[in-house]
């Protein structure tokens, strides 16, 4: 699988787990969930070049995907990321509460989505 394609399972994966939780089906949520996961972890294995990869989604239309994408990427990518994380946080929605619980585990040291 390419990197392009690990990046569009991350991105299509985070928006169906939107829809489904929107939907209330967590189970169904779960399960994208998992699959958004295995890209990531597949991205994070390629090092930086994977994160870059990953970096396009910091401007990607569904705030969700821009939201969750700038969580793994704020040691990485950390003015980008915050960039998004907080213009998120004021918009509300599912996508304001990920990215207010990611902030304020940044700004207490905390933040451990993508360890070096």
């Not at 089906?25 to 994977?50: F, I, M, P, S």
């Not at 915050?82 to 304020?104: F, N, P, Y």
Request: hydrophobic share 45%.
């Amino acid at each position: 699988m390419t990197l392009e394609d690990l990046v569009e399972q991350f991105a299509r994966n985070v928006e169906a787990q939107s829809d489904a939780i929107h939907r209330g089906d967590a189970r169904t949520g779960n399960k994208h969930a998992k699959k958004y996961t295995a890209a990531l972890q597949e991205l994070r294995a390629q090092g930086d070049v994977g994160r870059d990869a990953l970096a396009v989604l910091l401007k990607h239309p569904h705030p969700d995907v821009r939201t969750m994408a700038a969580a793994f990427l704020l040691r990485y990518r950390t003015a980008e990321a915050k960039a998004v994380l907080e213009a998120a946080a004021k918009q509300g929605g599912i996508a304001a509460i990920g990215a207010i619980m990611t902030l304020r585990r940044w700004n207490e040291g905390t933040w451990a989505l993508d360890p070096e």
